[in-house]
């Protein structure tokens, strides 16, 4: 069964950091994602996109990503991360990893809880 699984949320201080890590498995492989993100969803709110990054390593963030995330991919390693730092309690979050398949379509994880709080 092809699954992202999503890792490495937590709770943490504000100003604190957490490295979030999605790893494609069930015979799928991430360099058949045309692009990668990461999302995430707030209690009462809709799913947002934070970070996006594409088979040849273009990125884009959200504004308030911008400056604090760094997401990268490891093809090689059939993995995505989502480096976070400076994360104040306004990330606080279900964060998810999502893959474009160049046929099937998207892919999503089953989400990863952060909590920023003191």
């Known amino acids: 069964q092809v699954q992202l699984v999503e890792s490495g949320g937590g709770l943490v201080q504000p100003a604190g950091s957490l490295r979030l890590s999605c790893a494609a498995s069930g015979g799928i492989h991430t360099f058949t994602f045309s692009a990668m993100s990461w999302y995430r969803q707030a209690a009462g709110k809709q799913r947002e996109l934070v970070a996006r990054?594409?088979?040849?390593?273009?990125?884009t963030y959200s504004a308030s990503a911008k400056g604090r995330f760094t997401i990268s991919r490891d093809d090689a390693e059939n993995t995505l991360s989502l480096q976070m730092d400076s994360l104040k309690p306004e990330d606080t979050a279900v964060y998810y990893c999502?893959?474009?398949?160049?046929?099937?379509?998207?892919?999503w994880g089953q989400g990863t809880q952060v909590t920023v709080s003191s």
């Open positions: 999502n893959g474009e398949h160049q046929i099937d379509g998207a892919y």
């Open positions: 990054i594409t088979r040849a390593g273009s990125t």
